[in-house]
């Protein structure tokens, strides 16, 4: 005979291995209840991925304008300090202070205007993102650089910073 679930509730019912299987779907409606509500409470304070991925993207505008106007104290915000660059040449920036020089050396040597277009962010950590970006510098004689860069972002005094860039320049097709 079944009994509904009211009736199971109104009465002491003590765990053990017969009542386990004399009622299966309580012990399922009491993991599902368990699980629901330890998921909510992890998540309740967690800002959603579209709030993230706005954030992020403006971390990327401010330091696409920063290399654009060679904004040292905004990169001075938006960096870490240990903070690392492998750019297309092959050349490693270790560390702000080389990230920051070698940024303002590129910007001078290739003064086109940049443009970063993020594609795609993944998050492997809740305080993690993996920034893919289509890199274009358009040179002063109109011919455009064509790059990909991925940003290493992070939560550092409660806000997102670079933590690590990687500008690759695609091979030639043979």
Request: glycine share 4%; net charge neutral.
């Amino acid at each position: 005979m079944r009994e509904n679930i009211s009736s199971i509730f109104a009465r002491d019912i003590t765990v053990n291995s017969s009542n386990m299987v004399q009622y299966p779907y309580l012990y399922t409606l009491l993991l599902l209840v368990g699980l629901l509500s330890s998921t909510t409470a992890f998540t309740q304070d967690s800002p959603s991925s579209s709030d993230k991925d706005d954030a992020i993207r403006a971390l990327i505008d401010q330091y696409s304008l920063a290399r654009q106007t060679k904004d040292t104290s905004l990169l001075k915000q938006i960096l870490t300090t240990d903070v690392d660059q492998l750019v297309s040449t092959g050349e490693w920036r270790r560390e702000f202070s080389a990230s920051l020089a070698g940024m303002l050396r590129s910007s001078v040597r290739n003064t086109g205007n940049r443009t970063l277009t993020v594609e795609h962010i993944r998050y492997p950590q809740p305080e993690v993102g993996i920034v893919d970006c289509i890199y274009e510098i358009l040179n002063e004689d109109g011919s455009v650089r064509k790059m990909w860069s991925t940003f290493i972002v992070i939560v550092e005094d409660d806000r997102w910073k670079i933590t690590a860039i990687r500008n690759m320049l695609p091979a030639k097709r043979k």
